[in-house]
């Protein structure tokens, strides 16, 4: 039997270390759609150059350049844990005033809490979820969409 803060500790560090691993795939969204100009360390977004069509006031069609960053056009998506759920049937006992836990194969509902003979059995339900994300990139994505709608004439 182990201590039930040790279990839910285990828990929390492993849904941590997951978050961190995550957390750093979002660095990568800065080297996909971004270039750092080594001298001045700023960051410049990777564009395409793309022919959009205009019509003139004579009625023709020609081309306009426009340039679009990338970041506006490419889905976003990055994994994240909406939630960690974590359940399980645990065999418990109290020693030394400290709740101890086991895992159990019985289920929680046939848990006997008045006999010696058998061990007293609970179900545990631990949900772990994240922090809202930040708005910076959304922040970020919006302003260039502004300058992208700026280019295109109409």
């Keep these: 039997m182990i201590k039930l803060k040790k279990l839910v500790e285990a828990i929390n560090d492993a849904a941590e270390i997951a978050n961190a691993t995550l957390a750093n795939s979002?660095?990568?969204?800065?080297?996909?759609?971004?270039?750092?100009?080594?001298e001045t360390e700023r960051y410049t977004a990777k564009t395409v150059s793309i022919n959009y069509p205009?019509?003139?006031?004579?009625?023709?069609?020609?081309?306009?350049?426009?340039?679009?960053?990338?970041?506006?056009?490419?889905?976003?998506?990055?994994?994240?844990i909406e939630e960690l759920r974590f359940t399980t049937n645990l065999d418990i006992a109290i020693e030394n005033d400290e709740l101890l836990v086991s895992?159990?194969?019985?289920?929680?509902?046939?848990?006997?809490?008045?006999?010696?003979?058998?061990?007293?059995?609970?179900?545990?339900?631990?949900?772990?979820?994240?922090?809202?994300?930040?708005e910076g990139l959304n922040k970020l994505i919006e302003g260039y969409e502004k300058a992208l709608r700026a280019q295109i004439p109409g």
């Excluded at 004579?58 to 889905?75: A, C, R």
């Excluded at 159990?104 to 848990?111: I, M």
């Design 26 to 38: 979002q660095d990568q969204v800065i080297n996909d759609f971004f270039d750092q100009d080594e």
């Design 54 to 80: 205009r019509t003139t006031t004579d009625g023709t069609v020609s081309e306009h350049i426009v340039e679009v960053p990338l970041l506006t056009v490419v889905p976003i998506s990055s994994a994240r």
């Design 103 to 134: 895992f159990s194969n019985k289920s929680a509902e046939n848990s006997e809490w008045n006999t010696s003979t058998k061990q007293p059995s609970a179900k545990l339900d631990l949900v772990i979820k994240p922090q809202e994300n930040t």
